[in-house]
């Protein structure tokens, strides 16, 4: 599953390349609980910015990062909960803040449970391969950041129809940035375009999928899943009860952390979405959208569908409508006047379009359960408006001005107004019609095997073993760390 043989050859012109480049690499454990972190690590990262490209900044990798764009250091998890005058229900809707990251997305963690156990293990060199990391938007700027902390070269791929801050920082960052025909749903073309790559270059590139990696599970069922439920352990009342995750699927990753809370909390429930424009996975439907940083088209590898309770499909039109509401001045002014607190209104900033789906779907999900103001649903603001500036003048640009009854509209019909439909509560052969459908994209043109594809399903041990894997790669981590000899170095000034 994640594989953690030593190629010793490998790995110690690896331990040399991080010595040279000032590389000391946080454990998992560190990321969930970042008082762990050395002190002398801390007194680094009080001179750094979130976004600086230095290695130090690898010890930000976590959901408690200080919410200050330079020389912070940590606190609690960063999240918000929306009140009922913006949502509309009586549940308790919690948001971790994907903004408080390095990139500004939470996906510098998912490439980082990917490329670390290949690079600790010798399997990755640094000094003679190139990672690549295909992708729909975020998951390609945190692999280009993390392997630049790495000391290793990169390659980005996504879909070009992407928002223009992406490709603008990632040439200031990744090796090459390659464009792919299409826009969000277009995820087979990334996976042709890395095809081509090591037709081409053959073991000078090394691949790093989202969609197959299960680094990607894994960081997010630990960290991810054990930041979610520091929220529920502060704010469940007596009497209160978690209902569930609802989360965009993309790569998959992020709807990992359901299954960590499920054990935790066994009658919670995990809800998928997806884009209406796209829904294949509630109708096996195909299409294209507008909800950036999610993927369609195929069901990701490291997806444990057997664990997911319901789908939601979401118009991408409400997203880009709230994405104005949040965002221009009479869209917060209307917010305000209708009795959202101002410190929420300033705070729709921490919302990307992917977030706003998600707040969407949360929405429908207390709606189709009827849910009380004694219940709490969880969801993830992935990255920020920042990431969508653009966009917000382009819609400007072909709307015009959004004005005071252009609020009041878009707040009725895409907020104010969300029903129950396209939604789909899963029995045990609906999730085995998505689970399914894995087939046509992983065996077909993958390479997977139709033995580990049934595994997924009918074994029981096929995910434990993918998060029991943990404890494993923090000792090699720790291991690692030792063979440098930086962090004990840096103790002993």
């Not at 692999?143 to 996504?158: E, K, M, P, Q, R």
């Not at 529920?232 to 990753?253: F, H, I, W």
């Not at 943990?470 to 720790?478: G, P």
Request: glycine content about 8%; overall charge negative; charged content about 25%.
């Amino acid at each position: 599953m994640i594989d953690l043989a030593i190629h010793q050859d490998k790995l110690k012109k690896t331990v040399k390349r991080c010595r040279e480049k000032n590389i000391i690499i946080p454990t998992f454990k560190q990321m969930k609980n970042p008082s762990l972190i050395p002190d002398v690590i801390k007194n680094k990262l009080k001179t750094l910015g979130l976004w600086d490209v230095e290695p130090t900044n690898l010890f930000r990798i976590t959901w408690k990062n200080e919410p200050v764009e330079k020389g912070g250091l940590f606190g609690g998890v960063n999240y918000i909960e929306l009140p009922s005058s913006l949502t509309g229900v009586d549940a308790r809707i919690m948001c971790l803040v994907g903004k408080w990251f390095p990139t500004g997305a939470h996906k510098v963690g998912a490439a980082f449970g990917c490329l670390v156990p290949r690079l600790i293990t010798g399997q990755f060199d640094p000094t003679s391969q190139q990672a690549v990391w295909p992708s729909t938007g975020n998951y390609c700027r945190g692999g280009a950041y993390d392997s630049a902390l790495l000391g290793c070269d990169s390659i980005a791929i996504l879909p070009e129809g992407m928002s223009q801050e992406r490709f603008d920082w990632l040439k200031t960052v990744a090796g090459e940035v390659i464009p792919t025909p299409g826009t969000e749903s277009n995820v087979k073309e990334i996976y042709d375009k890395c095809h081509e790559l090591t037709n081409e270059r053959g073991s000078d590139i090394c691949i790093f999928n989202q969609f197959d990696e299960m680094g990607n599970h894994l960081w997010h069922y630990s960290v991810t899943g054990q930041a979610m439920a520091e929220i529920l352990q502060n704010s469940l009342k007596e009497g209160d009860r978690y209902a569930g995750l609802v989360v965009t699927t993309g790569s998959a990753g992020t709807i990992a952390a359901g299954d960590y809370l499920k054990k935790l909390y066994p009658s919670s429930k995990i809800a998928g979405c997806e884009a209406l424009q796209c829904p294949t996975l509630i109708y096996n439907g195909f299409g294209a959208h507008r909800i950036e940083g999610i993927g369609d088209k195929h069901v990701p590898w490291v997806h444990n569908v057997k664990n997911t309770d319901m789908i939601i499909a979401i118009d991408d039109e409400d997203c880009m409508n709230l994405l104005r509401l949040f965002n221009e001045e009479s869209g917060r002014k209307f917010l305000s006047e209708h009795g959202v607190c101002n410190e929420i209104v300033s705070n729709l900033g921490l919302v990307g379009i992917s977030g706003i789906a998600n707040i969407i779907a949360s929405i429908k999900f207390a709606k189709y359960y009827e849910l009380t103001g004694k219940d709490v649903v969880m969801t993830v603001l992935t990255d920020s408006a920042d990431m969508y500036r653009s966009r917000i003048k382009e819609l400007r640009e072909q709307y015009g001005e959004f004005t005071d009854m252009d609020a009041a509209v878009v707040y009725a019909s895409s907020l104010a107004g969300l029903k129950i439909d396209h939604t789909d509560e899963l029995s045990y052969y609906d999730r085995k019609r998505i689970h399914n459908l894995k087939y046509y994209t992983w065996i077909e043109q993958q390479g997977k095997t139709v033995e580990e594809l049934n595994a997924q399903w009918y074994d029981d041990g096929y995910w434990d073993n993918i998060v029991n894997s943990e404890d494993s790669i923090d000792k090699l981590i720790n291991e690692f760390n030792d063979a440098t000899g930086l962090l004990k170095e840096l103790e002993s000034k």
